[in-house]
């Protein structure tokens, strides 16, 4: 999980206010935007994958033995992946302060 | 039909790759609709691809300065010139080709993702030149049904009695005065080699026409439903619940069209569900009457049926393949 860095400051900027690292928003937090919190019960998850294609961030990875976990990080909380999954494996559960 | 589309084996969700090409931290709402088309057709794409973005919704959210979520070439002029941009592209490639300094056999992938406005409305014009130029690239046409970027003003997409900003639903008009602007025929009646209309919701069905799109020599063009839950006042969970529901209602038919001559219908709704229950979970349609009901209903029915009627005249010929379309 990256460092969050918030806002740049132009001191850090590139000389001629480019953009050097292609895809540079992951260092961005969007997992402050978040209500509710997706979580996985791994003995009801069969691996479909469908949270991973469907999830409008990719918020989604799988690990190494084939599970899809969501990056804390980044996940904004639609529940899309909560809502659309065939075993019902995901609950969206009210994130405390 | 094309032979480049004859020999099309559909992907199954086992071949898809590994990658994104859009990177997380992107700055849309929660539950978007039109970010995830996205993010499945650059993933079809894959990294030889050059994307286009006309002024809306997908060019703020992922280049705030000073970051970018693209990882592949992106460029971005105007609202209205997508598509002369992307034409202008293709030139320069064929050109690079000519003088070798591109390997003539590279495939290399245009694709312009604009909104609704910049398709319906404002681009309209530059869309109609360059498929008329025959230049090849892809457009695919994110459609939310309203300026969601600027704050939900209507469009030339918006659908009839659907409450916008500046159609606002009040005691006298209910909504949006006129119906949706039949963008698929003016698209087909340049008898482009590729249309289709796609949903997010079928995701496979979505993606092997991207991969079909980008075989054909030519231009291409997909219009993809992409619910918006900030201006449609719908749940940010349900969005793929209304984009299979709009399908399953017969008001966003998916289906093909090759050379302007082939139809081919992708998902055939022998039993419709009514088209209250896709309205009802939209706030934008919450002052409905029961006789504006019946006239959507009316009309999605109508124009299905016009639909199924094209697609039994102008079927593709026989020996083809016929493309079946995954179930999801």
Not at chain 1, 11 to 24: D, F, R, T, V, W
Not at chain 1, 61 to 90: F, H, M, Q, R, T
Not at chain 2, 34 to 51: C, D, R
Not at chain 2, 116 to 135: K, N, W
Request: glycine share 8%; net charge positive.
């Amino acid at each position: 999980m990256p460092k969050d860095q918030g806002l740049m400051s132009w001191k850090e900027l590139a000389p001629g206010m480019y953009i050097l690292e292609p895809g540079n928003s992951a260092k961005f937090k969007t997992g402050d935007w978040r209500s509710h919190r997706p979580v996985l019960d791994k003995e009801k998850c069969i691996k479909c994958g469908q949270c991973y294609l469907l999830c409008p961030e990719p918020a989604y990875e799988p690990n190494e033995e084939g599970y899809y976990i969501c990056n804390l990080y980044y996940c904004k909380g639609c529940g899309i992946c909560a809502a659309i999954c065939p075993k019902g494996a995901i609950t969206m559960v009210l994130e405390e302060a | 039909m094309r032979p480049e589309l004859a020999k099309f084996k559909p992907l199954s969700i086992k071949d898809l790759p590994k990658e994104d090409w859009i990177a997380p931290g992107h700055r849309a709402c929660q539950g978007c609709g039109t970010v995830l088309p996205l993010k499945l057709a650059l993933k079809v794409l894959g990294p030889n691809t050059i994307a286009v973005s006309a002024t809306g919704c997908m060019e703020i959210i992922s280049s705030p300065f000073p970051y970018t979520s693209w990882k592949v070439p992106w460029i971005h002029v105007a609202f209205e010139n997508a598509a002369s941009v992307a034409s202008g592209i293709d030139a320069a490639i064929k050109a690079l080709k000519r003088k070798g300094k591109l390997p003539k056999k590279e495939k290399i992938n245009i694709v312009v993702f604009a909104g609704d406005g910049a398709t319906f409305d404002i681009g309209l014009q530059f869309v109609s030149g360059a498929l008329e130029r025959g230049h090849n690239f892809i457009y695919i046409c994110l459609d939310n049904e309203a300026y969601m970027n600027t704050g939900v003003q209507r469009s030339g997409g918006t659908p009839k009695f659907a409450h916008t900003t500046t159609s606002p639903a009040g005691k006298v008009i209910h909504g949006n005065i006129t119906w949706k602007k039949n963008l698929d025929g003016i698209v087909i009646a340049h008898n482009i080699p590729y249309f289709a209309t796609a949903s997010p919701a079928f995701y496979m069905d979505y993606m092997n026409k991207v991969k079909k799109a980008s075989l054909v020599e030519g231009p291409a063009f997909i219009h993809v439903y992409s619910p918006c839950p900030t201006g449609w006042g719908s749940k940010s969970e349900d969005t793929i619940l209304i984009s299979r529901l709009v399908v399953e209602t017969r008001l966003f038919p998916l289906f093909e069209v090759i050379d302007g001559k082939y139809y081919i219908l992708n998902r055939k709704v022998d039993k419709p569900k009514p088209v209250e229950e896709y309205l009802k979970l939209q706030r934008r349609y919450r002052h409905l009457t029961k006789e504006e009901i019946e006239l959507i209903q009316q009309k999605a029915n109508e124009e299905y049926e016009r639909l199924v009627k094209l697609c039994e005249v102008f079927a593709p010929p026989k020996e083809g393949t016929k493309e079946e379309t995954k179930e999801t």
